[in-house]
């Protein structure tokens, strides 16, 4: 049935600015915090586990399942000092990612996506920033890797709503991560043979700072 109240339309979770982009940086502490708080703590899942190398299954049912692996993803990406997290980090085969990640102004981002899907940007307005990426699932390893510096994602909220989220700089990295992360790619996998291999080797002479799922 349609709405005939347009304000109604548009009400996700979070507040839409004028452009009907999700406006995630109000209230980030109390919204971590109450995710977080709900949630466990899992261990991590790392680079050769195979819920990490291939493509997470859409999430099509929203309630209280869904509400509790966000608080999980939460309490997790806390106890690993994450800025993101991906569902199948802690080993959960679900396009779901959760963020908590400043932009390259300081300005704090959280929130969740469920569903997401990079937008694809004209060449044109690509501008490549080549920043030192890291991730929770190839612990202690950093590498350089060019990336646009501006990014968009569709998708959906907790709650199923349709949201439109936008970034720049530290935080346009981070959309683009943890969404290649629900399709099966781990940012390693864009790096050189060479880099990559560094990558590993700096994750295998180093312990991770947290709990993670040993790979058989
Ligand atoms: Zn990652």
């Not at 548009?10 to 995710?35: I, M, N, Q, S």
């Not at 300081?106 to 080549?130: F, I, K, Q, S």
Request: aromatic share 6%; charged share 30%; with cysteine.
């Amino acid at each position: 049935m349609a709405q005939q109240d347009t304000d109604q339309q548009h009400a996700g979770v979070l507040p839409v600015d004028d452009e009907g982009y999700v406006v995630d940086t109000e209230d980030c502490e109390e919204r971590e915090t109450g995710w977080r708080e709900r949630g466990t703590s899992r261990p991590i899942t790392v680079v050769g586990n195979p819920v990490l190398h291939k493509e997470c299954a859409d999430v099509t049912e929203f309630g209280p399942e869904l509400e509790e692996l966000i608080a999980d993803m939460f309490a997790s990406q806390r106890t690993a000092e994450g800025v993101g997290l991906a569902a199948n980090q802690i080993g959960v085969s679900r396009k779901v990612f959760v963020y908590d990640c400043p932009d390259d102004d300081g300005v704090r981002h959280t929130g969740v996506v469920v569903n997401p899907r990079l937008v694809e940007l004209p060449a044109a307005a690509r501008r490549l920033d080549d920043s030192n990426e890291g991730c929770l699932s190839v612990p202690t390893a950093y590498a350089p890797l060019a990336r646009p510096d501006y990014a968009e994602v569709t998708g959906q909220d907790e709650k199923g709503n349709p949201i439109k989220v936008r970034g720049t700089g530290y935080f346009a990295r981070c959309l683009q991560h943890e969404t290649d992360h629900l399709y099966g790619y781990l940012y390693i996998d864009r790096l050189s043979k060479r880099d990559r291999k560094d990558a590993l080797r700096q994750m295998a002479e180093n312990e991770p700072r947290y709990d993670v799922v040993a790979n058989d």
